[in-house]
C-alpha cells in the first residue's frame, strides 16, 4: 500500500507545481493595467464669492503658492473715467478663507498671467513684468517692455496664454498690437532674470488667441483658442517637442473653445474651457488629455451657466484639488460683478 501512496503523492504535486507555475505566467503575461485617466465626473462647490470689476476672458492670471497655501488672480480692471486704469491682484488664503486686494496703477495692457518665480509672484502683463512679494503688501517692482526688441521695440503681446514647468515659463501666442499685421505665430520662453526678456523658441501655424498649454515629456501641448484671423474657435491640440525639431503633431478635441486653462494632473493633463466668449451665450467644459494615448475626453460636471451667462474664467490644480474662477464680467465701466471660487476633489 505504501508504494501506490508515494507515486499518487508525487502525481499530486506535479500537476499543483504545474498549475501555480502557469497562473505565474499568465498574470506576467496580462498584466492589469490601472486607467490613468479616471476622472469621470466633477462636483463643485463654492469656496469663496467676492465683487469686483474684472475684464475676464483670457485677460486673467490665477496661480498659487504652497508656502502661502493661497491662490492669487491678477486682472487689469475695466477702463475708469479719466482713462486711468489698475492693476489688482486678489490673494486667497485658503486657510483662513481671507481675500486679500492689492490695486497698482496704472494698470498696463490688458492681458495678466501669474507665475511663482523665485518665491515672488510675477505678473506677465502685455507690456511689461510686475513682481510682487507673496504677501502683496508692497508696490511691486516693474519692468518694461520697451527697447527688448531691436526690430520692434515697442513690444506688446494679447490675448496670450502661458505654461509652467520646473521654473520655466513659456508664452504661448497672442497677437502683436504693436505691428502693422498683428501676427504672432510664436511661443517664447520667459527669461526673467535674463536681458534677453523673451526668447523665441518654436514657430507656429497659425496666431492662436486665448490658447494655454501645458509641458509633458519636453512637449508642449497647447489646446484650443481662436484664430486671430476671424475670432473662431478651435479645437485643435498642437504638440510642439521642446527639442528644437520642426516636427509638431495636430490632434483635435470633441469641443471648441475660445479661451482655454491648462495644468498637468500626475500623468494626465486637465483642460478647462470657455465657449462662446465672441457668441451671445457663454459656456464652459472641463476635460482631460492622456499624453500617453493622445485621448481627450470631456468630464461632467454641476457647473450652472445660468443661461449661457456665467463661464469658466480662469483654473488652477493644488492639492488634487481643481479651483476654477467662475463667472461673467459686468456690463460697463466701472461695473462690480459677483465671482466665485469652485473648487472639487480630483479623487
Known amino acids: 500500500m505504501k508504494k501506490i501512496i508515494l507515486p499518487l503523492i508525487l502525481l499530486i504535486a506535479s500537476i499543483s507545481f504545474y498549475n501555480c507555475e502557469s497562473n505565474a505566467i499568465n498574470e506576467t503575461t496580462n ?22 470689476n474684472l475684464l475676464g476672458g483670457p485677460h486673467i492670471g490665477m496661480t498659487s503658492s504652497t508656502s502661502e497655501n493661497s491662490l492669487y488672480i491678477s486682472c487689469r480692471e475695466n477702463e475708469s473715467s479719466g482713462n486711468t486704469t489698475e492693476e489688482e491682484i486678489f490673494k486667497l488664503n485658503l486657510d483662513t478663507n481671507q481675500l486679500t486686494r492689492k490695486n497698482t496703477s496704472p494698470g498696463g495692457f490688458i492681458t495678466k498671467q501669474l507665475t511663482i518665480s523665485n518665491n515672488q509672484l510675477v505678473s506677465i502683463g502685455g507690456t511689461e513684468l510686475k513682481t510682487y512679494d507673496l504677501n ?31 521654473g520655466n515659463t513659456y508664452i504661448i501666442g497672442g497677437y502683436r498690437p504693436d505691428t502693422s499685421t498683428k501676427e504672432n505665430k510664436k511661443i517664447y520662453k520667459l ?10 523658441i518654436i514657430d507656429t501655424p ?3 488667441i486665448g490658447a494655454s498649454a501645458a509641458v509633458v515629456n519636453e512637449k508642449i501641448y497647447v489646446f484650443g483658442g481662436a484664430l486671430y484671423e476671424d475670432f ?14 520642426l516636427n509638431y503633431e495636430e490632434l483635435s478635441m470633441t469641443a ?20 462662446g466668449l465672441y457668441a451671445d451665450d457663454k459656456t464652459s467644459f472641463i476635460g482631460t488629455f492622456d499624453p500617453s494615448t493622445n485621448i481627450f475626453k470631456e468630464i461632467e460636471t454641476n457647473l450652472d451657466s445660468e443661461g449661457g451667462l456665467k463661464a469658466i474664467h480662469q483654473m488652477m490644480v ?3 484639488k481643481i479651483n476654477i474662477l467662475f463667472g461673467s464680467p459686468g456690463n460697463g465701466q466701472n461695473v462690480q460683478s459677483e465671482w466665485s471660487i469652485l473648487t472639487a476633489s480630483l479623487k
Not at 503688501?137 to 490675448?159: H, Q, W
Not at 473662431?232 to 491640440?237: E, F, L
Open 232 to 245: 473662431q474657435a478651435t479645437n485643435k491640440i498642437y504638440i510642439y517637442p521642446l527639442d528644437n525639431s
Open 136 to 166: 502683496i503688501v508692497d508696490e511691486p517692482s516693474s519692468r518694461s517692455y520697451f527697447g527688448i526688441d531691436a526690430k520692434n521695440p515697442y513690444f506688446t503681446l494679447s490675448k496670450f496664454g502661458i505654461a509652467t514647468d520646473n
Open 31 to 52: 498584466p492589469i493595467i490601472e486607467d490613468p485617466n479616471p476622472i469621470t465626473n466633477l462636483s463643485f462647490e463654492e469656496a469663496y464669492t467676492f465683487e469686483a
Open 206 to 208: 497659425e496666431t492662436m
Open 191 to 200: 527669461n526673467i532674470n535674463s536681458e534677453e526678456l523673451f526668447e523665441e
Open 256 to 275: 471648441a473653445a475660445d479661451v482655454t486653462y491648462v495644468h498637468k494632473y500626475g500623468e494626465i493633463i486637465l483642460i478647462a474651457g470657455h465657449k
Open 318 to 320: 493644488k492639492d488634487d
